[in-house]
């Protein structure tokens, strides 16, 4: 079964706002990591996040991570038209065990 | 960070038939994954090929249906027999680059008629 879980499942956003996706995920984990899937092409990975961390930046995004809630965050601040993709969390439940499990995915648009 | 070729990108199949993805890397790799995405649906993992040895299969997915080689380290192949229009998908490798996540495949899009 699917590891995660992803809200909203759709987000509609105008450009220059900043847009929020929750994962859920349901066992420990090593780390977690966002990938952006564009037209169902190929994913393209975003930012991972160890399980001994809570917050991390990259850019315009950042994610955090709290293990007590099994939960992670993914805010891209400032959006663009250009971000406009599905959004999936991926965890990896075990070191060395390169095995992810992915979530169900969020569809942003962001409107010019 | 690794670059991966998928081939096809798409195609068209008749049901019964065979269809065999191909993914090159452009780096030597230990462990290379497929995975499937349904029409709407996240990403579920296939099966992981290892060189040397089979493929390691994850529940609900079974080497007679997808067959998978791995000749060398650089190299992959997935193969969906005997489609039906269940199988219509999109197909993806991915390989590990540690602390940097995976890096995927362009996908190949799977429909069958």
């Known amino acids: 079964s699917q590891q995660g879980e992803e809200d909203p499942q759709a987000l509609s956003i105008q450009e220059g706002e900043n847009a929020t996706m929750n994962c859920s995920y349901k066992t420990s984990i090593n780390n977690l990591q966002w990938y952006r899937q564009n037209s169902g092409r190929g994913l393209v990975h975003l930012i991972l996040i160890r399980s001994n961390e809570r917050e991390k930046h990259s850019g315009r995004l950042r994610v955090t991570l709290d293990t007590s809630k099994k939960s992670s965050s993914l805010l891209i601040t400032a959006s663009r038209a250009a971000d406009t993709a599905s959004y999936f969390c991926a965890t990896d439940i075990r070191a060395g065990a390169n095995n992810l499990f992915f979530g169900t995915g969020t569809r942003l648009t962001v409107i010019p | 960070s690794a670059v991966i070729s998928q081939k096809p990108s798409r195609d068209i199949c008749q049901r019964g038939t065979s269809l065999t993805i191909q993914c090159q890397v452009d780096s030597q790799v230990t462990m290379m994954f497929w995975y499937r995405q349904q029409p709407g649906q996240s990403l579920t993992l296939i099966a992981t090929?290892?060189?040397?040895?089979?493929?390691?299969?994850e529940s609900g997915f079974v080497i007679d249906k997808f067959p998978i080689s791995r000749p060398n380290l650089t190299f992959s192949t997935l193969t969906v027999s005997n489609m039906s229009p269940e199988d219509s998908s999109i197909y993806l490798c991915?390989?590990?680059?540690?602390?940097?996540?995976?890096?995927f495949g362009s996908g190949t899009r799977l429909t069958v008629v």
């Open positions: 090929a290892n060189q040397g040895s089979e493929a390691t299969y």
């Open positions: 991915s390989v590990s680059q540690g602390s940097y996540g995976y890096t």
